[in-house]
């Protein structure tokens, strides 16, 4: 019988650790690549391809549900099952002070950061059950820091629901995962702390080789 092909979802793909991880597991996993920005998705199909790898390019916005089910329809379809998902996107509202919160980027941080995920884990389960498949979530404990009240709210809001589902699926499966990786000279930490000194942060290429043994043990 023919092992089927390992699968890895990643949504968040296009930049950052989501675009290193997708890199690093290319070797070894057909990666599915989610993220909004086209172009960016493209270039990382090239570095995928460059590594001997292939990858299925799915340039939508985690928010829409109704884009969310054709993928996962489209997974089933085509694989069956998936062995991994690296959840890597995340709405990173401007910094600001709580009693003065955007209306709009508030509505979506709530909408990506907590009601996408929620969504995600209902689609996403089935298609890792059927291949004993793990989740992969990355916590950023800003909550309660000063001006991190868009993001440091939603990003505590999505790490207690993940929590919840890792906890309920010790027995069953499939295995959830939270990891804290290094602080990183991403878009985002550069929106967060403009004029930081990047030059001690560590590359989200060098951070994705030291993540990728914790997940695939």
């Given at each position: 019988?023919t092992t089927?092909?390992?699968t ?9 650790l989501?675009a290193a ?5 290319a ?12 172009g960016a998705?493209?270039?990382?199909d090239?570095r995928v391809?460059a590594?001997?790898?292939?990858a ?8 829409v549900?109704p ?7 489209s997974?089933?379809g085509?694989?069956g099952g ?9 709405h990173?509202?401007p910094?600001g ?5 955007d209306?709009?980027?508030w509505q979506k ?5 907590v009601?996408?995920?929620r969504r995600?884990?209902g689609?996403?389960?089935p ?5 004993e498949g793990?989740?992969?979530?990355f916590?950023?404990?800003?909550g309660?820091?000063k ?5 440091g709210?939603?990003k505590?809001?999505q790490m207690?629901l993940?929590?919840?589902w890792?906890?309920?699926t010790?027995?069953t499966?499939p295995?959830?995962l939270?990891?804290?990786p290094a ?6 930490r ?7 000194d990047r ?10 080789t ?7 043990a």
């Amino acid at each position: 019988m023919t092992t089927p092909e390992k699968t890895a979802l990643i949504t968040g793909a296009s930049r950052g650790l989501g675009a290193a991880l997708a890199e690093a597991l290319a070797p070894t996993h057909h990666i599915i690549a989610v993220a909004r920005t086209t172009g960016a998705l493209e270039e990382l199909d090239d570095r995928v391809r460059a590594r001997g790898g292939a990858a299925t390019l799915a340039p939508m916005d985690i928010g829409v549900e109704p884009a969310m089910q054709q993928l996962v329809a489209s997974v089933a379809g085509r694989w069956g099952g998936l062995d991994l998902w690296v959840h890597a996107a995340i709405h990173a509202a401007p910094l600001g002070p709580a009693a003065h919160l955007d209306e709009k980027d508030w509505q979506k941080s709530l909408d990506t950061n907590v009601t996408a995920t929620r969504r995600l884990i209902g689609l996403v389960e089935p298609l890792l059950l059927a291949r004993e498949g793990r989740a992969v979530f990355f916590d950023d404990p800003r909550g309660g820091q000063k001006f991190f009240g868009h993001y440091g709210t939603t990003k505590a809001a999505q790490m207690a629901l993940v929590r919840s589902w890792q906890a309920e699926t010790v027995k069953t499966g499939p295995r959830v995962l939270v990891l804290e990786p290094a602080p990183m000279p991403t878009a985002t930490r550069a929106r967060f702390f403009p004029g930081e000194d990047r030059a001690p942060l560590t590359s989200p290429q060098d951070e994705a080789t030291r993540l990728l043994p914790e997940l695939l043990a």
